[in-house]
């Protein structure tokens, strides 16, 4: 395994690029099984995840060529409706593959997920969706079984007690594409990777409408086929350096973000102090010497989004006063709460929330990155603490960041990469 050692205080400048949204890839290479027919998806972000959804594409029995940022998958005799638990307990992602195989193949057994770190993360919606739409399910030796010869379209109403459910209306969608008739998904996800993915879908001839709102309708059609796609940028990587730059004070041009998708960040940034240029695909941004706290919840899209929290979180520790961070998301997705105050951090937990004092400075500390964005806070604190920090498991910021090492060396930072 592999640890990171950043020596805090190097100034950053330059221009960083914002690689493809890696929770836009994962579905529609998922959503490659609806068809026999040849798919081509552009700028797909070179991370682990998409590594182990591309593993699970070959392991159910497509053949997939993948170049530089483009990945091209084919048909390679017939597909079998089994998804091992080897590749799904390594990335909850791979649940996305249940809706295609059961509405291509009339039946679908794929692992389930199990828990994480963030939070226990249940399927049912997932599987209350497919039910909906005709299909008979159990679950057996740690696997959903799901088959029917048919799916017929229905009305779902898709939300749990912490709201939409994102790959769940994925799912659904997808479920829905080769169904008779027509799906209406009441209180669909409205995040911007669920329009990219339906995007996706009508490109291969599917018919949905309404995505991006909470009403989702899709009339079924006989068959999809192959299609051309540019994944759009990652709003999440984009949130991410925006935050950093707040953080370290520095200018940096970030290239290749879609702002328009950060609306809720932007927001915060104006109580906090920073201000932000943005025009196309550009930003800048600039802080004040002293960052004021702010208080945030986290909500499915358009609100804050929970996969921004811990970066945030990291932010508030460096202000002059107390910000509270609720997370209604996953509210137990807090790990990065005592990592930070391993650093000098004042932070502690109540309930679904965080109670953060800002103090004047971070110090470096050897610390431990437990999940994807909460390696990215440390990540963060590390570039601005006084001395070095060393992260140690830092395979999970390979999830999610591409080339991160390098992106932030180029931008000046004093950062490298050691075999634990
Ligand atoms: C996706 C994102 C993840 C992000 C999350 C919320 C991908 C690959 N991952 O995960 O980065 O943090 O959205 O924006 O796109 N829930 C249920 N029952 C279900 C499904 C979910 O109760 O069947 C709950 C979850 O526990 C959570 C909430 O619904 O409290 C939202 O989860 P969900 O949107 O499903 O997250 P994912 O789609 O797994």
Same mark, same amino acid.
Request: glycine fraction near 10%; charged fraction near 25%.
């Given at each position: 395994m592999d640890k990171l050692i950043i020596n805090g205080g190097c100034p950053l400048k330059g221009e960083v690029r914002i690689s493809g949204s890696k929770n836009a890839t994962l579905p529609i290479l998922a959503a490659t099984l609806l /068809? %026999? *027919? /040849?798919?081509? !998806?552009?700028n797909v972000p070179r991370l682990l995840d998409t590594h182990t959804m591309v593993k699970l594409l070959k392991s159910l029995g497509k053949r997939v060529d993948w170049d530089k940022d483009r990945i091209i998958v084919m048909s390679n005799g017939p597909v079998n409706p089994v998804a091992d638990y080897k590749l799904v307990s390594t990335m909850r992602g791979s649940i996305c593959v249940l809706g295609p195989l059961l509405t291509k193949l009339g039946e679908a057994k794929v692992s389930l997920p199990g828990g994480c770190v963030i939070g226990v993360r249940p399927v049912d919606l997932h599987q209350k969706g497919i039910e909906a739409l005709g299909a008979k399910v159990t679950t057996e030796g740690g696997y959903i079984l799901a088959r029917a010869k048919k799916l017929k379209?229905?009305?779902?109403?898709?939300a749990g007690a912490s709201g939409p459910s994102v790959l769940g209306t994925a799912n659904i969608m997808m479920a829905a594409t080769l169904a008779q008739g027509e799906t209406i998904i009441e209180c669909a996800a409205c995040e911007p990777e669920v329009e990219e993915l339906a995007n996706f879908l009508n490109e291969m001839g599917a018919r949905i409408r309404? &995505?991006?709102?909470? +009403? =989702?309708? !899709?009339?079924?059609?006989?068959? $999809? &086929?192959?299609? %051309?796609?540019?994944?759009?940028? %990652?709003? !999440? *990587?984009?949130? /991410?350096?925006? $935050? $950093?730059a707040a953080m370290a004070r520095a200018n940096f041009v970030i290239r290749d973000i879609d702002y328009s998708q950060l609306t809720a960040l932007d927001d915060v940034l104006g109580h906090i102090g920073v201000r932000v240029q943005a025009e196309r695909n550009l930003v800048r941004v600039k802080a004040p010497k002293v960052l004021k706290p702010f208080s945030i919840t986290t909500y499915p899209y358009p609100g804050f989004p929970t996969d921004l929290q811990a970066q945030y979180t990291a932010i508030m520790s460096l202000t002059n006063g107390v910000s509270v961070i609720r997370d209604t998301v996953f509210p137990d997705r807090f790990m990065h709460i005592a990592e930070l105050s391993r650093m000098g951090a004042r932070i502690r937990r109540e309930g679904?929330?965080? !109670?953060v004092e800002g103090v004047k400075a971070l110090s470096g500390a050897p610390v431990t990155a437990s999940d994807l964005r909460a390696s990215a806070a440390l990540v963060m604190a590390g570039l601005v603490a006084?001395?070095? /920090? *060393? =992260? +140690?498991?830092v395979y999970h910021l390979d999830r999610g960041y591409e080339n991160i090492d390098k992106k932030l060396i180029d931008l000046g930072a004093c950062i490298s990469r050691e075999k634990e």
């Amino acid at each position: 395994m592999d640890k990171l050692i950043i020596n805090g205080g190097c100034p950053l400048k330059g221009e960083v690029r914002i690689s493809g949204s890696k929770n836009a890839t994962l579905p529609i290479l998922a959503a490659t099984l609806l /068809t %026999d *027919e /040849t798919c081509v !998806i552009r700028n797909v972000p070179r991370l682990l995840d998409t590594h182990t959804m591309v593993k699970l594409l070959k392991s159910l029995g497509k053949r997939v060529d993948w170049d530089k940022d483009r990945i091209i998958v084919m048909s390679n005799g017939p597909v079998n409706p089994v998804a091992d638990y080897k590749l799904v307990s390594t990335m909850r992602g791979s649940i996305c593959v249940l809706g295609p195989l059961l509405t291509k193949l009339g039946e679908a057994k794929v692992s389930l997920p199990g828990g994480c770190v963030i939070g226990v993360r249940p399927v049912d919606l997932h599987q209350k969706g497919i039910e909906a739409l005709g299909a008979k399910v159990t679950t057996e030796g740690g696997y959903i079984l799901a088959r029917a010869k048919k799916l017929k379209g229905a009305r779902v109403y898709l939300a749990g007690a912490s709201g939409p459910s994102v790959l769940g209306t994925a799912n659904i969608m997808m479920a829905a594409t080769l169904a008779q008739g027509e799906t209406i998904i009441e209180c669909a996800a409205c995040e911007p990777e669920v329009e990219e993915l339906a995007n996706f879908l009508n490109e291969m001839g599917a018919r949905i409408r309404g &995505h991006g709102s909470p +009403r =989702i309708v !899709i009339q079924g059609v006989k068959r $999809l &086929h192959g299609a %051309d796609y540019r994944m759009c940028f %990652d709003r !999440i *990587e984009g949130g /991410t350096f925006v $935050l $950093l730059a707040a953080m370290a004070r520095a200018n940096f041009v970030i290239r290749d973000i879609d702002y328009s998708q950060l609306t809720a960040l932007d927001d915060v940034l104006g109580h906090i102090g920073v201000r932000v240029q943005a025009e196309r695909n550009l930003v800048r941004v600039k802080a004040p010497k002293v960052l004021k706290p702010f208080s945030i919840t986290t909500y499915p899209y358009p609100g804050f989004p929970t996969d921004l929290q811990a970066q945030y979180t990291a932010i508030m520790s460096l202000t002059n006063g107390v910000s509270v961070i609720r997370d209604t998301v996953f509210p137990d997705r807090f790990m990065h709460i005592a990592e930070l105050s391993r650093m000098g951090a004042r932070i502690r937990r109540e309930g679904g929330s965080a !109670i953060v004092e800002g103090v004047k400075a971070l110090s470096g500390a050897p610390v431990t990155a437990s999940d994807l964005r909460a390696s990215a806070a440390l990540v963060m604190a590390g570039l601005v603490a006084k001395g070095r /920090t *060393e =992260i +140690r498991r830092v395979y999970h910021l390979d999830r999610g960041y591409e080339n991160i090492d390098k992106k932030l060396i180029d931008l000046g930072a004093c950062i490298s990469r050691e075999k634990e």
